[in-house]
């Protein structure tokens, strides 16, 4: 059974810093390539970034509004990937989805987790 | 970035009646690699989203066949043959051929 569990949400003031994590099982993790979506509360939602895997160098892609300020990484052995966001600001107030999709018998599959709270206020 | 336009924003319908939600891409979606990555998305009330169909119309695991998927280029179409309880929720489609990967408004389909 696949799972996907983001941890690490919670209220932070505007211009610190918060570590979100997603702890992943049941796949073959090192092929996948990861994501981080984010949902507002009107519902709408948003690619914030991706990871893709080794076999191609690790390469990371950003939205526009967080590039320079949030980083995605992943540790294979841990088949976990993390969001550092900086200098966050009231606008990144969101359900931080965590994401991940990889080939497995000629099928693409993609699984998100049950996402994250994130809330930037003073 | 691609502008994804989603019809209807809302949809009520009565169990067994088949619906059809439309989505429109301001640019192909056709890709290098050939295929066209259009997905669509089920939240269901309270729940992450989950994807139901990739590449336009391929069924993701486990999703019933009363879902299907159709289009090409810039234009897409999301069927829901004989709709059950368990389909209620808000519908999004996404495009990952282009980045930003874009999402469409949603269509909340509701009962009657």
């Known amino acids: 059974e696949v799972q996907v569990l983001e941890s690490g949400g919670g209220l932070v003031q505007p211009g610190n810093s918060l570590k979100l994590s997603c702890a992943t099982s049941?796949?073959?993790?090192?092929?996948?390539?990861m994501y981080w979506y984010r949902q507002f509360p009107e519902k709408r939602l948003e690619w914030v970034a991706r990871?893709?895997?080794?076999?191609?160098?690790?390469?990371?892609d950003y939205t526009e509004s967080v590039k320079g300020r949030f980083t995605i990484s992943r540790d294979d052995s841990k088949s976990s990937i993390y969001l550092q966001m900086n200098k966050l600001r009231e606008e990144d107030t969101a359900i931080y989805y965590c994401a991940s999709a990889y080939y497995y018998s000629g099928a693409l599959f993609d699984y998100w987790g049950q996402g994250v709270m994130v809330t930037v206020s003073s | 970035d691609v502008v994804m336009t989603q019809t209807p924003p809302s949809l009520s319908v009565a169990i067994g009646q088949s619906v059809s939600i439309s989505c429109k891409s301001s640019q192909s979606l056709v890709a290098s690699d050939k295929n066209t990555h259009l997905n669509w998305l089920l939240q269901s009330p309270g729940r992450s989203p989950k994807r139901l169909i990739y590449?336009?119309?391929k069924l993701g695991s486990g999703v019933p066949g009363r879902f299907s998927g159709t289009g090409s280029e810039k234009d897409f179409t999301l069927k829901i043959s004989r709709v059950e309880a368990e389909d209620l929720g808000i519908y999004y489609c996404?495009?990952?051929?282009?980045?930003?990967?874009?999402f469409g408004g949603g269509t909340k389909l509701e009962l009657k």
């Open positions: 590449h336009v119309s």
């Open positions: 049941g796949f073959t993790f090192s092929t996948a390539w």
């Open positions: 990871i893709k895997a080794k076999s191609n160098n690790y390469t990371t």
């Open positions: 996404l495009q990952g051929t282009h980045l930003p990967r874009t």
